[in-house]
């Protein structure tokens, strides 16, 4: 038995939900330019837990079921207040607050189907709440309650600002919310898949999952962009910044990734956004900052940006915390999460791969008086 590193190149489920071939991402079959173009980010939360897609009615209905399960427990928002509030990431009060919503939730461990896809409306629904009560409540703010008659992408950003987004906000955070929802086989979609594959519950699956997007080399790649860019400061402090990064062979944050080779198809989209909402919140600096990093890696590395990249100077220009970003990835992913969970449940086996073992041959057991 030989270690594959990082399982690279390893085939781990059969999956329907999205697919990664010669650098083309599709859900169930649709490119992602055409869905990231035309589709709402709820027509793709419907085309994952469906593999079709939705007509009016049962787009009408998905949507009013997330409506009327936005609210969340009180006790949630009561435990926030006692978190160290300086110091705690956004993320871990995230991955705690969604183990707390299977406490709160009475058929967290009622195993059939229908129960299963009740608890993932749900978990989708307050997702957005919890995410955007916790930026209130650190804040010193009370949160604020979702409105019913706003789409999901709306109802984010109303409940994070309380006020409602313009339209060119909806739009353009609806769309990175169709972007992120899901890519295969990846660290926290597999994480999920893994412990949902001993048959726990859902709430445990994206907890897990929540705590494997968190790592830089992940989804926390967002806000390490973020870091960066505001680290470099301007245009001018670009190419020293960068080429002494590279020097001391230190990972520049938003490059790089385990499938792709020629680029992420995810990627083109959120520059365009970038250009357009960096020009409209007069920071066109970020813009022009991240293209010159984005040039200087390519052709230094040959490395293309990946998903994280450009999603920063958006997310900053909707006027987003810094570290809400990844949260935000978990906020779409869930939707891929909890597409892959019910996947796994409907066809499971137990997910147990085999070690290599390179540690010291037999011993015999030393007495501690002895050693
Ligand atoms: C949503 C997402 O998760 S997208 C990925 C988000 N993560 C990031 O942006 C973090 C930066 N990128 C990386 O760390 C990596 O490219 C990963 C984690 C995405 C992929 O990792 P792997 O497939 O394991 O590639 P690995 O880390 O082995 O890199 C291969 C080579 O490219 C180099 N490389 C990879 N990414 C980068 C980068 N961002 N900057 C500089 N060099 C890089 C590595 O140093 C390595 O070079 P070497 O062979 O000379 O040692
Ligand atoms: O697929 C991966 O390894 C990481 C990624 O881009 C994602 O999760 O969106």
Redesign the pocket.
Known sequence: MSATK?L?GIVAAESKISSIIDDTLTYVGYNIDDLAENASFEEVIYLLWHTRLPKEDELAELKQQLADNMSIPQAIVDQFKTYPLSTVHPMAALRTAVSLLGVFDEEADVMDPEANYRKAIRLQAKIATVVTAFARVRKGLEPVSPKPELGYAANFLYMLKGEEPADIEIEAFDKALVLHAD?EL??STFTARVCVATLSDVYSGVTAAIGALKG????G?NEQVMKMLTEIGSLENVESYIQNK?DN??????????VYRKGDPRAPHLRVMSKKLTELTGKPELYEMSVKIHDM?VEQ?K?PA????FSASVYDSLGIDHDLFTPI?AVSRTSGWVAHILEQYANNRLIRPRAEYVGPGMQKYVPISER
């Open positions: 990082g690279e890519h990846n660290a830089p080399l992940h989804g790649a590279l062979k230190e990972k520049i944050m938003g490059f790089g990734h385990r890696i590395k490395l990946n998903v994280d990249f990835f």
